[in-house]
C-alpha cells in the first residue's frame, strides 16, 4: 500500500471521527461509512457472546451460576414424572445427528444477543443520536431504558410460566401419551415464549409514546379502553405458542395491567400539557383569554381636589 493511500484512508478516518466532527455534520458517504463501521461492532460483539453462550451451555467458571442448559431444562424438569417418558428427567431427545449441535449454537447466538446488548444498542444510538435534538436525545434515553427492563421482565414472567404451561399441556390426553420433547421443539417453544411475552410488555411504552406525540390523547385512551383491552386478551390467546389457558391468561392479565398504567400515565400528561397551555380547549372560533390585568386609577379625594384649586388661587 501506497503512502498516498494511507493518508488518504487516514483522513477519511478522522472525518468519520466523533472527535474531529462533534456536532455530527456528515456527507451521504460518510454516513455510509459510518453505518458499515457501526454493523460491524455490532456484528463483532454478537459473535463474540455467542461464542460466550456456547460455551456457557455446558460450562460456568468455578459453577459460579447454572449453565444455560440447565436453566432451559428447568421448566421441562418441573413437568410431573408419571407424564414423562421415563429415563428422560434431565434430558432432551435428539431426533438428528447434528440436532444437539444446532440447538446449543441457536441459544449460543440468543445468549450472546443479549449479553452482548449494551454495545449493539450503543451503536444504534451513537449512529441516530447526532440527528437528534437535547430534547429528544433526553426522551430516547428514557425510552431505550424502559424499553429494556419491560423486555427483561416480560421474559422472567414467561419462564416462571413455562412449567405450569407446559404442566397444562402435558396433561391432556395424559392417559395415552407420555411426554418426550425433542431438543429442537422444546428450545422453539421456549425461545418463541421469552421472546412473545417481552414484546408484548413493550406496549405501554408504546401507548405513552403515542400520547406523548399527541396520538393518543387520554380521552380517546378512556372511550376505548374496553375495546382495546379486549384485544388484548384476544392478542393472548393467539399469540402464545401453546395456546394453553395458563400462559394466555397471565399475559392477557399482565398486559391489561400494563395498559392501565399506561393510560393513567398518559392522562397525567394530557392535564400537564393543559396546565402549561391555557388555550387547549378553546374552539377555533373563540377569543383567546388575555393575561393582562391593568392596574386601575385611583380616584382623587374630593379634599384634596379643593386644596389643590386654593393653592393655584393663592398663587
Same mark, same amino acid.
Given at each position: 500500500?501506497?503512502?498516498?493511500?494511507?493518508?488518504?484512508?487516514?483522513?477519511?478516518?478522522?472525518?468519520?471521527?466523533? =472527535?474531529?466532527?462533534?456536532?455530527?455534520?456528515m456527507?451521504l458517504?460518510?454516513?455510509?461509512?459510518?453505518?458499515?463501521? =457501526?454493523? %460491524?461492532?455490532?456484528?463483532?460483539?454478537?459473535?463474540? %457472546?455467542?461464542?460466550?453462550?456456547?460455551?456457557?451451555?455446558?460450562?460456568?467458571?468455578?459453577?459460579?451460576?447454572?449453565?444455560?442448559?440447565?436453566?432451559?431444562?428447568?421448566?421441562?424438569d418441573?413437568?410431573?414424572?408419571?407424564?414423562?417418558?421415563?429415563?428422560?428427567?434431565?434430558?432432551?431427545?435428539?431426533?438428528?445427528?447434528?440436532?444437539?449441535?444446532?440447538?446449543?449454537?441457536?441459544?449460543?447466538?440468543?445468549? %450472546? @444477543?443479549?449479553?452482548?446488548?449494551?454495545?449493539?444498542?450503543?451503536?444504534?444510538?451513537?449512529?441516530?443520536?447526532?440527528g437528534?435534538? @437535547?430534547?429528544e436525545?433526553?426522551?430516547?434515553?428514557?425510552?431505550?431504558?424502559?424499553?429494556?427492563?419491560?423486555?427483561?421482565?416480560?421474559?422472567?414472567?414467561?419462564?416462571?410460566?413455562?412449567?405450569?404451561?407446559?404442566?397444562?399441556?402435558?396433561?391432556?390426553?395424559?392417559?395415552?401419551?407420555?411426554?418426550?420433547?425433542?431438543?429442537?421443539?422444546?428450545?422453539?417453544?421456549?425461545?418463541?415464549?421469552?421472546?412473545?411475552?417481552?414484546?408484548?410488555? !413493550?406496549?405501554?411504552?408504546?401507548?405513552?409514546?403515542?400520547?406523548?406525540?399527541?396520538?393518543?390523547?387520554?380521552?380517546?385512551?378512556?372511550?376505548?379502553? =374496553?375495546?382495546?383491552i379486549?384485544?388484548?386478551?384476544?392478542?393472548?390467546?393467539?399469540?402464545?405458542?401453546?395456546?394453553?389457558?395458563?400462559?394466555?391468561?397471565?399475559?392477557?392479565?399482565?398486559?391489561?395491567?400494563?395498559?392501565?398504567?399506561?393510560?393513567?400515565?398518559?392522562?397525567?400528561?394530557?392535564?400537564?400539557?393543559?396546565? !402549561?397551555?391555557?388555550?387547549?380547549?378553546?374552539?377555533?372560533?373563540?377569543?383567546?383569554?388575555?393575561?393582562?390585568d391593568?392596574q386601575?386609577?385611583?380616584?382623587?379625594?374630593?379634599?384634596?381636589?379643593?386644596?389643590t @384649586?386654593?393653592?393655584?388661587?393663592?398663587?
Open positions: 500500500m501506497t503512502s498516498e493511500k494511507k493518508t488518504e484512508r487516514k483522513s477519511k478516518k478522522r472525518r468519520r471521527s466523533r =472527535r474531529q466532527n462533534p456536532d455530527g455534520t456527507t458517504m460518510e454516513h455510509l461509512y459510518d453505518l458499515r463501521y =457501526r454493523l %460491524g461492532m455490532a456484528l463483532l460483539g454478537v459473535g463474540i %457472546g455467542a461464542i460466550i453462550g456456547f460455551v456457557w451451555f455446558e460450562w460456568f467458571p468455578f459453577n459460579a451460576l447454572p449453565t444455560l442448559g440447565e436453566l432451559l431444562i428447568k421448566p421441562y418441573a413437568i410431573p414424572a408419571n407424564l414423562k417418558l421415563p429415563g428422560t428427567e434431565g434430558k432432551l431427545l435428539a431426533s438428528g445427528p447434528f440436532e444437539g449441535f444446532m440447538v446449543r449454537l441457536q441459544i449460543g447466538a440468543a445468549a %450472546g @444477543a443479549v449479553l452482548f446488548s449494551p454495545m449493539w444498542l450503543y451503536q444504534l444510538w451513537a449512529f441516530i443520536t447526532p437528534l435534538y @437535547a430534547k436525545k433526553k426522551f430516547a434515553r428514557i425510552f431505550v431504558g424502559c424499553a429494556v427492563v419491560l423486555f427483561v421482565g416480560g421474559a422472567v414472567m414467561a419462564y416462571f410460566v413455562a412449567p405450569e404451561a407446559l404442566t397444562v399441556l402435558s396433561s391432556v390426553s395424559s392417559a395415552e401419551f407420555l411426554t418426550a420433547l425433542t431438543a429442537d421443539k422444546y428450545i422453539s417453544f421456549m425461545l418463541a415464549l421469552l421472546v412473545i411475552f417481552g414484546i408484548s410488555f !413493550e406496549l405501554p411504552l408504546l401507548v405513552v409514546m403515542l400520547n406523548k406525540v399527541g396520538i393518543l390523547p387520554y380521552e380517546k385512551l378512556k372511550k376505548w379502553r =374496553r375495546g382495546i379486549f384485544g388484548l386478551f384476544c392478542f393472548a390467546a393467539v399469540a402464545t405458542p401453546g395456546q394453553d389457558p395458563i400462559s394466555m391468561c397471565v399475559l392477557a392479565g399482565s398486559l391489561t395491567l400494563l395498559f392501565e398504567v399506561a393510560v393513567q400515565i398518559s392522562r397525567l400528561n394530557d392535564r400537564r400539557k393543559n396546565t !402549561e397551555n391555557e388555550w387547549a380547549n378553546l374552539s377555533d372560533d373563540e377569543a383567546s383569554p388575555l393575561n393582562y391593568p386601575p386609577e385611583t380616584a382623587t379625594p374630593e379634599s384634596e381636589v379643593r386644596a @384649586a386654593y393653592d393655584d388661587d393663592a398663587t
